[in-house]
């Protein structure tokens, strides 16, 4: 009986250590917004961001320090994702404020892998920044958003 248990619980540990995950690769397909300056179309800095999921009460980003890219999750259920976003811009204070984003996408599950599974990867189709006084221009650099880390899709021109 002993020696029934004994291999009984090998098989389950020799089960359990197969099914160790060993994928290398990003699982999360992640939205990339660059903040760049309108008439250098350099990086601009933006400090005291706050980024929060329309909907929710999840803040994504909280930063007060100096940052000009985002990486932003969007639904994998819905057409249309936004963001409020409101910061203080140091180079033109007239900018500063709260905007919406609001992203419209199609979402698609994309197999990885046996070992990584399924990454629900997007198209985006438009997108839009502003607030009740004023629109940002803004740039879809890249609709494809796949699981590539630091790539940019927007571009919102401050």
Request: with cysteine.
């Amino acid at each position: 009986m002993n020696r029934i248990v004994v291999f009984c619980i090998a098989l389950v540990m020799l089960g359990v250590c197969a099914c160790s995950n060993n994928c290398y690769v990003p699982t999360r397909a992640l939205l990339g917004v660059s903040f760049l300056n309108a008439e250098t179309l350099q990086p601009q800095d933006v400090t005291d961001l706050v980024v929060k999921g329309v909907g929710s009460d999840s803040v994504l980003y909280d930063m007060p320090t100096a940052i000009n890219v985002i990486y932003l999750p969007l639904k994998p259920d819905g057409s249309s994702t936004s963001f409020d976003i409101s910061f203080k811009n140091t180079q033109n204070e007239e900018l500063a404020g709260q905007y919406q984003l609001t992203v419209l996408h199609e979402s698609y599950p994309q197999l990885i892998s046996p070992e990584c599974g399924c990454v629900m990867f997007h198209t985006i189709q438009g997108a839009q920044c502003s607030n009740a006084s004023q629109t940002l221009q803004l740039e879809v650099y890249n609709p494809h958003v796949m699981n590539v880390e630091n790539d940019v899709h927007l571009k919102i021109y401050l």
